[in-house]
T-cell receptor, first 113, second 113 residues
């Protein structure tokens, strides 16, 4: 089946620290992969995406590379800010007739000043 | 305009009430979605409309009734809900069902008393 596994949170970092949030997936075919961010009390915002192997998605200093050989799409940022505190969801989009988004369980990031 | 607008932002309703959630987008997207998100959980797909026709119903109870009056609007009619239906209800849209990128609204936080 199709599934997404994310590292358990919360992840607590000091400002300017390096961030990695791990995400691995199981899927048939070649899904598209996404990172969404949810700030407290808000909906989801698309952070970045990659649609094929070796693609690198990037936005606002965040990056993730679609690794088919390790079925991973880890999120990284070189220097986090307090304003990055949020819940981050890794997701894949099934490329079958349903085109359904499958979400991971989410990882809460807390950045301290 | 890359916004999906949901109203109301907050809703409190009794178990005998009838209410509706509204969602609007003006991006020309032809696929629209309803998701339900419980606290500290990822969003769960409820319904998908494709070209104004219901294409996916994820076995949602009939007390939730979706409606797509036109290509820009999506409603979710609520009747005889239970307290466990309290959640954040998210609307999303994408260019078409096959397009990989979904845009989410800010959500309606529903409390059933």
């Amino acid at each position: 089946g199709n599934s997404v596994t994310q590292m358990e949170g919360p992840v607590t970092l000091s400002e300017e620290a390096f961030l990695t949030i791990n995400c691995t997936y199981t899927a048939t075919g070649y899904p598209s992969l996404f990172w969404y961010v949810q700030y407290p009390g808000e909906g989801l915002q698309l952070l970045l995406k990659a649609t094929k192997a070796d693609d690198k998605g990037s936005n606002k200093g965040f990056e993730a590379t679609y690794r088919k050989e390790t079925t991973s799409f880890h999120l990284e940022k070189g220097s986090v800010q307090v304003s990055d505190s949020a819940v981050y969801f890794c997701a894949l989009r099934r490329m079958d007739s349903s085109y359904k988004l499958i979400f991971g369980s989410g990882t809460r990031l807390l950045v301290r000043p | 305009d890359t916004e999906v607008t949901q109203t109301p932002k907050h809703l409190v309703m009794g178990m005998t009430n009838k209410k509706s959630l509204k969602c609007e987008q003006h991006m020309g997207h032809r696929a629209m979605y309803w998701y339900k998100q419980k606290a500290k959980k990822p969003p769960e797909l409820m319904f998908v409309y494709s070209y104004e026709k219901l294409s996916i119903n994820e076995s949602v109870p009939s007390r939730f009734s979706p409606e797509c009056p036109n290509s820009s609007l999506l409603n979710l009619h609520l009747h005889a809900l239970q307290p466990e239906d309290s959640a954040l209800y998210l609307c999303a849209s994408s260019q078409d069902p096959e397009n990989t990128e979904a845009f989410f609204g800010q959500g309606t936080r529903l409390t059933v008393v």
